[in-house]
């Protein structure tokens, strides 16, 4: 029942800036972490930042000091700031949340994905 729906997504000049969203909705009670991933054609899906229920945030070497992930708890969504954008950036951006229901059962959730490409 719980579903992520992703937005954000497009056509964006090298050094530009986008902002990803990503919404939860469904039977969440709460939210052990929210992550971001991104997969570009013939590569494997990579992961790119974490944000965990406290707040804390990991990224990867790749995007590090050009994105930020942060979340609203209110209204269940993370968001991923992207900045100083390079043609490398460009992939399918994937949201994941880690979702524990009422029974206390950890599962993951995953959007359908949204394109990001960075073209001059």
């Known amino acids: 029942q719980v579903q992520l729906v992703e937005s954000g997504g497009g056509l964006v000049q090298p050094g530009g800036s986008l902002t990803l969203s990503c919404a939860a909705s469904?039977?969440?009670?709460?939210?052990?972490?929210m992550a971001w991933y991104r997969q570009a054609p013939g590569k494997q899906r990579e992961w790119a930042a974490l944000?965990?229920?406290?707040?804390?945030?990991n990224y990867a070497a790749s995007v590090r000091g050009r994105f930020t992930i942060s979340r609203d708890n209110a209204k269940n969504t993370v968001y991923l700031q992207m900045n100083s954008l390079k043609p490398e950036d460009t992939a399918v951006y994937y949201c994941?949340?880690?979702?524990?229901?009422?029974?206390?059962?950890?599962?993951?959730?995953w959007g359908q994905g949204t394109q990001v490409t960075v073209s001059s």
């Open positions: 469904g039977s969440i009670f709460s939210i052990i972490s």
């Open positions: 994941k949340f880690l979702i524990r229901n009422a029974l206390g059962s950890a599962y993951e959730y």
């Open positions: 944000i965990t229920s406290g707040s804390s945030s």
